[in-house]
């Protein structure tokens, strides 16, 4: 089977040297991209956790009321049955 060698002249090798060339800087761009799409992400991400701590010291502080009112409340029940039982018992 021949082998089939063919030269590279100049033209070729200049023709590569640009190509090359146009593909670094292609790569350069794209990973500038990267780098800033990696930032914005970062940033996002910061920002979704601080909104996050919020959410957290919020949702406490509800809880913290709801306990304070169911507490509230039983006390408010328990009064109430021992002033009936009060009157029942009085009568």
């Known amino acids: 089977m021949p082998v089939m060698l063919e030269r590279w002249n100049d033209d ?6 640009a ?7 292609l790569m350069r761009e ?3 991209e990267m780098r800033e799409q ?3 992400m970062r ?3 910061a920002e ?8 957290r010291t919020e949702f ?3 809880q913290r009321t709801m306990v304070m009112a169911t507490v509230g409340t039983l006390g408010i029940f328990i009064t109430g ?7 029942v018992i009085g009568t």
Not at 81 to 87: D, K, P, R, Y
């Open 43 to 45: 940033q996002e991400m």
């Open 81 to 87: 049955f021992c002033t009936l039982a009060g009157l």
């Open 60 to 62: 406490g502080a509800l």
């Open 38 to 40: 990696r930032e914005e």
């Open 19 to 25: 190509k090359v060339d146009g593909l670094n800087s």
């Open 30 to 32: 794209q990973r500038k």
């Open 12 to 17: 070729k090798m200049d023709a590569l040297d």
């Open 48 to 55: 979704q956790r601080q909104e996050m701590r919020e959410q």
